[in-house]
């Protein structure tokens, strides 16, 4: 790489981002260590020997791994500042295996997982965690299933849902600004509590870049979407400003 490119990147927004996140998790520390102790890791691994990998099946995401996954979900807890907010109504959208959901009540909250039941091993950590989930499959311009109440958080993470097909390529076929459209609607007028907040935080694509396209970072900001590295933070009334800090306890 050249030195002009590595100094780019050093000094790219999204370093710049990455360093105020570690900056503002180090100000409000949280023990993985501790929430690790909770967990019986060993029947963890019993549930995979149970429901093992599907042949091809990628493991990268070795949902058993319980130290890893729940480093990851202590990030996204600082992130929401939900180890030091009042009391939320959390519905998570893809919930998986139900790791972030289990630390939202550690930590006070009333969670509700969403997910289509297509992963048995999922169906067992689900259980295993004692997470409330509701199982439906999110599809393109139609509306959730109604869930009866108003939530202050809607979240989805590393989501999946707007990816419909692969091309021959291997790329996915997205949602389309349409499809979005019809969704984040559909969030903001049926499942936001006035004040509420929907984040969306995507992987990266296949060859390395960020799902923020110019076009969807475009989309998304003419939504009222804050960007902040591959997270899309929406508040329920589009003209406000939405914000990662929350009212303390
Ligand atoms: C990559 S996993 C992420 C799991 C979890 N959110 C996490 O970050 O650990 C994607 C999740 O989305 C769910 N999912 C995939 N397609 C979906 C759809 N159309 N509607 C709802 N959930 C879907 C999968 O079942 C899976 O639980």
């Known amino acids: 790489m050249r030195?002009?490119?590595k100094f780019q990147k050093l000094f790219s927004r999204d370093a710049a981002q990455s360093l105020w996140e570690h900056a503002c998790r180090w100000t409000h520390p949280v023990s993985a260590r501790r929430i690790l102790a909770t967990i019986d890791r060993?029947?963890?691994e019993r549930l995979r020997e149970q429901?093992?990998?599907?042949p091809n099946a990628r493991k990268i995401n070795a949902y058993e791994d319980a130290a890893y996954w729940i480093d990851v979900?202590?990030?996204r807890?600082?992130?929401l500042w939900l180890d030091r907010s009042r009391p939320l109504r959390i519905l998570d959208l893809g919930s998986g295996p139900g790791y972030f959901l289990y630390l939202c009540r550690l930590f006070g909250h009333e969670g509700l997982g969403l997910d289509p039941d297509d992963e048995p091993f999922f169906r067992g950590t689900t259980r295993f965690f004692d997470v409330r989930r509701v199982i439906a499959r999110i599809n393109p311009q139609a509306p959730l299933p109604d869930l009866g109440k108003k939530f202050d958080l809607v979240?989805?993470?590393r989501v999946c849902f707007h990816r419909i097909a692969r091309h021959e390529n291997g790329e996915w076929i997205e949602w389309s600004p349409a499809d979005w459209e019809f969704f984040i609607n559909d969030i903001r007028t049926r499942f936001l509590k006035p004040g509420g907040r929907l984040l969306l935080?995507?992987?990266r694509r296949q060859d390395g870049s960020s799902f923020?396209?110019?076009e969807l970072r475009d989309y998304f900001l003419s939504k009222g979407a804050r960007i902040f590295r591959w997270k899309a933070l929406l508040a329920a009334d589009p003209k406000q400003r939405p914000r990662f800090k929350q009212t303390k306890r």
């Open 155 to 157: 979240t989805g993470h």
């Open 201 to 203: 935080e995507f992987n």
């Open 73 to 75: 979900n202590v990030k």
């Open 212 to 214: 923020f396209t110019p």
């Open 77 to 79: 807890v600082q992130d």
């Open 51 to 54: 429901y093992p990998y599907r």
């Open 3 to 5: 030195l002009s490119r």
């Open 42 to 44: 060993t029947e963890l």
